[in-house]
C-alpha cells in the first residue's frame, strides 16, 4: 500500500470541521510557512519538491510560480482552478468535498508564498454543495483566525473567495477562467500576454488546480525533498485517479507515481480487474481528450517495458504509441466497448463545450460530430475515415486554448489505434448499427 | 525599434506592433489575410485564425522556433523575429483549412448575397482556398432578424469575428447585442429582442467581413460592382462623426452611404447614421472625386483601374501556394 499524503484522513468523521482537521495535523503548514518561512522559501520547497500540476498539462508548478511577475505596488493573485469537467475525471470534487479545510489550507500556504492577499476557489457551477462545504470550511478559518488581517500575528493578510462558474467546460482554461471570474463571457485569451504576467484584473496572476495546491500542505510539512523522494523520475509524488469505466472496483485512487497500469488495472488494491471477468479493450488514461490506448500499448510500452502511471512512462512513444497521465481521468473499457460510439461520445461533448471563438474548433468539433455519428449510425462512406482524421489534423494546433487539441486527439488516437473498427461501421453497418453489437475483429474486414 | 524578417524581407517596427503590422508596413502579397482583426477596434483579433504565421525564431536573444503559428495579428514582434508566411508550405495548408473550416457552415450562395463583390470572406476563399468541399452534412441555418429599421442580420452568414461587438462596445454608450450561446451555436443577438438604435450603429454594417449585417436602406437596390464609389465629405453636426465618407452612384442616384475603408478594408475614421442613412442627395455633399479602391476587388474591375492583384513579390513559392489541399481529394457527387 502506498503512501497517502492528501487522503489519509479523508474517512475521518468530521474531517470537514476545523476542530477534527485541526487534531489530525491541520494547518501545520500554515504555521510552519508563516512562521518559520519566507514566501521564497515556500517557493523553493516546492521547486524541490518537483510537484508537477495535476489539472492536466504536468507543467511544474514550482517553476509556475517563479515566473509570477512581481512589480511593485500591484497585487498578484492566486487562483485555484476547481472547474473540474473533463469526462472521467472527478478527484478534485471528491477531495473538497470531503477534505475542504485540506484545499483551505493549501491555498493560505500557497498565498503566501506568492505573495498573495486575495485568492480565489473558481468552483464549477454544478457543484453547488460544494461551494457551501468549502464556504464553510473558509468560515471557520477565518473564525480561527488562519484567514482573514493579521494571520497568527504574522502581518500577513488574506481573504480567500469562492466563486461559482456557470457550468461551461471550457471556462476550466485558465484564461477562460480569469475572464470568467472578471464577470465577462468565458472565452480564452490570446496569449502572450501569459497569466504571470497579465492575468486576473490584468494582474500577475497564478493559476492551480486544486490537487496542485493540495499538495502544498505535505510538502511544506515534510519539506520537498521527502516529497521527491516518492515517484519515479520527474514524476513525484502521489497523484489521485480517478478510476472509471468497466472496472471492479471503480473509485478514487491515491496512487504514488510509478505505479505500473497493470498493477492498477489487476490489483486488488486499487481497480481489481475488469468486471465480469471480461478482457480489457482500451484505457483513456487521464480524462476524455488524451489519446486512447488499445490494451497492448497501455500495459506495454512499445519498446516492451511496462508501463508506468508516470507522466513521462505514459507519454512514451509520443502520441504514435503513447498517451499522458493528464489529469487522472483513468477509463477503462471492456471488450464489448464501441470504440466509434465512444469516439463519438467525446467528440458530442467538445461539440458542445467549444466556446466558439477560434473558426477551426468551433466548426472543427462541430464536423467531428456529425461525421462520427454518421459512422455510428450506419450511414458512413469510406472517405469519412481520412476526412476525420484531417479534419482532427486541421484543429490541432491552430486553436486560441487546448480545448481544440482535447477534441482532436481523442479521434485521431482512435482512427490510429482502432482503424479496423471504423471500416467494419462503413462496411457492415447493419451488424455494427445493431443494438449491442460488438466488434468480431479484423478477419471480418478479410 | 525591433527589427524582423518576414519572408525574408527585413523591415524596422516599433515595439510592440504586432506581426501582422509589421507585414503591412511592408505590404503587397506576403501580408497574411484577416478576418476578425480590426485595428481601430480594441481588443479584436485572433479569433479566425486566416493570419496564422510560422516563427521560425522568437528573437535574437531566444532564436528558437515557435511550437505552434501564432496569430500574427495579436503576437507583438521581438527583435530578430524571423517569420514565415507565403513561405512556409505549413502555414499556406493551415490556411487553406482554414478556408475550408469558415466556409463549412457558411451559405455558398454568393450570387444572392448582398454583400457579393466586397465579401472579405468571399476574398479570402478565392484567394487561399481550396475549389471543393469535403463538407456533407447539414449547414447551420437562422432566421433573418431586423435589428432596427436600418439593418438587418443573417446569422447564417455570421463567421463570429466579434468586429461588431468591439464596435458597439467602443463606439457607443450602451451596447445591446452580444454573442450568446457556445460553439457552432453560438449567435449575434439580442437575447429579448431588442433594437440597435444610436447614432453610431450603422458602422457594424462597415466593418463586418460578410453579409450577417446587411443596409436594409441598401439591400438588393444594386450589385456594388454596378455602382460608382465616390469620395465626399460634409460638416456633419455629430463631433465624433468625420464626416468623410463614399457616396455609391448608380446613374444620378446616390444608393447608400459608407465610410472609407483603407486597403485591408478598414475603417479608420467613422461616420454617424445620419451621414449614413439621412443624407442620400448629391447637394448634402461636397464631392472629391472618385474613390480608389485598392483592395483586391471586383468593383475596381469594373471602374477606374486596373484591379490591384495580391503580387508576389517573393520569389520561389512553395508548390502548395497555388495547389489544393494535398488530404483533400475532390468529392464524387453522388458518393
Given amino acids: 500500500m502506498g503512501r497517502k499524503l492528501l487522503t489519509e484522513h479523508i474517512n475521518v468523521e468530521g474531517i470537514d470541521t476545523f476542530e477534527v482537521y485541526r487534531k489530525h495535523g491541520g494547518y501545520r503548514s500554515v504555521e510552519k510557512a508563516i512562521k518559520t518561512m519566507t514566501p521564497d522559501e515556500v517557493v523553493e520547497e516546492v521547486k524541490k519538491s518537483g510537484l508537477r500540476g495535476r489539472g492536466g498539462a504536468g507543467f511544474p508548478t514550482g517553476m509556475k510560480w517563479s515566473f509570477l511577475a512581481k512589480p511593485e505596488g500591484v497585487p498578484r493573485y492566486l487562483v485555484c482552478n476547481a472547474d473540474e469537467s473533463e469526462p472521467g475525471t472527478f478527484k478534485d470534487r471528491q477531495l473538497m468535498s470531503k477534505l475542504p479545510h485540506l484545499l483551505v489550507e493549501g491555498m493560505i500556504t500557497s498565498s503566501y508564498a506568492l505573495g498573495a492577499n486575495t485568492s480565489y476557489i473558481y468552483i464549477r457551477g454544478e457543484l453547488l454543495y460544494v461551494l457551501r462545504i468549502l464556504e464553510k470550511a473558509i468560515a471557520e478559518a477565518y473564525a480561527n483566525g488562519f484567514l482573514g488581517k493579521n494571520i497568527l500575528g504574522s502581518g500577513y493578510d488574506l481573504d480567500l473567495y469562492v466563486h461559482p462558474g456557470g457550468g461551461a467546460y471550457i471556462c476550466g482554461e485558465e484564461t477562460a477562467l480569469l475572464e470568467s471570474l472578471e464577470g465577462k463571457r468565458g472565452n480564452p485569451r490570446n496569449k502572450p500576454p501569459f497569466p504571470a504576467v497579465q492575468g486576473l484584473y490584468a494582474r500577475p496572476t497564478v493559476v492551480n488546480n486544486v490537487e496542485s495546491i493540495a ?42 507515481l510509478g505505479v505500473p497500469v497493470e498493477e492498477f488495472i489487476y490489483s486488488d488494491e486499487y481497480c481489481g480487474g475488469i468486471w465480469k471477468g471480461r478482457d480489457l479493450k482500451a484505457v483513456v488514461a487521464g480524462g476524455s481528450s488524451v489519446p486512447i490506448l488499445p490494451k497492448e500499448l497501455i500495459l506495454k510500452t512499445a519498446a516492451g517495458e511496462n508501463r508506468l502511471m508516470t507522466y513521462e512512462s505514459l507519454s512514451d512513444g509520443g502520441f504514435v504509441t503513447g498517451t499522458m497521465l493528464g489529469s487522472g481521468g483513468f477509463i477503462a473499457m471492456d471488450d464489448t466497448t464501441c470504440i466509434v460510439r465512444n469516439t463519438w461520445n467525446f467528440s458530442r461533448f467538445y461539440h458542445h463545450e467549444s466556446c466558439g471563438q477560434c473558426s477551426p474548433c468551433r466548426e472543427g468539433t462541430g464536423w467531428l460530430e456529425k461525421i462520427l455519428h454518421r459512422l455510428e449510425h450506419g450511414h458512413g462512406s469510406e472517405r469519412d475515415i481520412d476526412v476525420l482524421a484531417s479534419v482532427a489534423k486541421q484543429i490541432e494546433g491552430n486553436t486560441i486554448c487546448p480545448l481544440g487539441e482535447a477534441a482532436a486527439w481523442p479521434v485521431s488516437a482512435a482512427i490510429r489505434h482502432f482503424r479496423e473498427e471504423f471500416e467494419w461501421h462503413i462496411r457492415y453497418p447493419q451488424e455494427a448499427t445493431r443494438p449491442g453489437a460488438v466488434f468480431p475483429g479484423k478477419a471480418v474486414l478479410a | ?230 469620395n465626399a465629405h460634409r460638416d456633419c453636426e455629430n463631433p465624433k462623426c468625420c464626416g468623410n465618407v463614399v457616396l455609391w452612384y448608380k446613374g444620378k442616384d446616390v444608393l447608400r452611404v459608407t465610410a472609407r475603408k483603407d486597403q485591408y478594408g478598414e475603417v479608420k475614421e467613422w461616420i454617424c447614421n445620419t451621414c449614413r442613412f439621412d443624407k442620400k442627395e448629391t447637394s448634402d455633399w461636397t464631392i472629391e472625386g472618385p474613390a480608389h479602391i485598392d483592395r483586391s476587388s471586383v468593383i475596381s474591375a469594373n471602374h477606374y483601374e486596373l484591379p490591384v492583384l495580391n503580387q508576389s513579390i517573393v520569389a520561389d513559392l512553395p508548390e502548395s501556394s497555388t495547389r489544393d489541399l494535398e488530404q483533400n481529394p475532390p468529392m464524387r457527387l453522388g458518393n
Fill in chain 1, 215 to 256: 499538495a502544498v500542505v505535505p510538502i511544506v510539512n515534510d519539506g520537498g525533498d521527502e516529497y521527491a523522494k516518492i515517484g519515479v523520475g520527474k514524476s513525484t509524488g502521489t497523484k489521485l485517479i480517478s478510476a472509471c469505466g468497466h472496472l471492479n472496483k471503480p473509485g478514487i485512487y491515491e496512487i504514488e
Fill in chain 2, 1 to 230: 525599434m525591433a527589427k524582423i524578417t518576414f519572408d525574408g524581407i527585413e523591415v524596422e517596427v516599433p515595439d510592440g506592433t504586432t506581426i501582422l503590422n509589421a507585414a503591412r508596413a511592408i505590404g503587397g502579397g506576403i501580408v497574411p489575410p484577416a478576418m476578425c482583426y480590426y485595428t481601430p477596434l480594441k481588443g479584436s483579433g485572433g479569433k479566425c485564425r486566416a493570419c496564422l504565421v510560422r516563427v521560425a525564431a522568437g528573437s535574437a536573444k531566444d532564436p528558437r522556433p515557435m511550437p505552434k503559428l501564432v496569430a500574427s495579428c495579436v503576437t507583438p514582434v521581438q527583435d530578430g523575429m524571423v517569420v514565415e508566411n507565403t513561405t512556409s508550405e505549413q502555414v499556406l495548408n493551415v490556411r487553406k483549412g482554414i478556408v475550408e473550416m469558415l466556409l463549412i457552415n457558411h451559405p455558398l450562395d454568393c450570387p444572392v448575397c448582398d454583400q457579393a463583390g466586397e465579401c472579405d470572406l468571399q476574398n479570402f476563399a478565392f484567394e487561399h482556398g481550396v475549389s471543393t468541399t469535403r463538407y456533407e452534412e447539414e449547414r447551420r441555418t437562422f432566421e433573418k432578424i431586423d435589428i432596427g429599421p436600418l439593418i438587418q442580420l443573417h446569422m447564417t452568414r455570421c463567421i463570429l469575428c466579434y468586429r461588431c461587438v468591439y464596435t458597439a462596445d467602443q463606439l457607443t454608450e450602451q451596447r445591446v447585442h452580444g454573442v450568446l450561446g457556445r460553439g457552432d451555436a453560438a449567435e449575434i443577438g439580442t437575447y429579448i429582442e431588442n433594437i440597435i438604435d444610436n447614432e453610431f450603429s450603422g458602422n457594424v454594417i462597415d466593418v463586418c467581413p460578410v453579409g450577417a449585417l446587411t443596409d436594409k436602406t441598401f439591400r438588393f437596390k444594386q450589385r456594388v460592382w454596378f455602382t460608382k464609389p465616390v
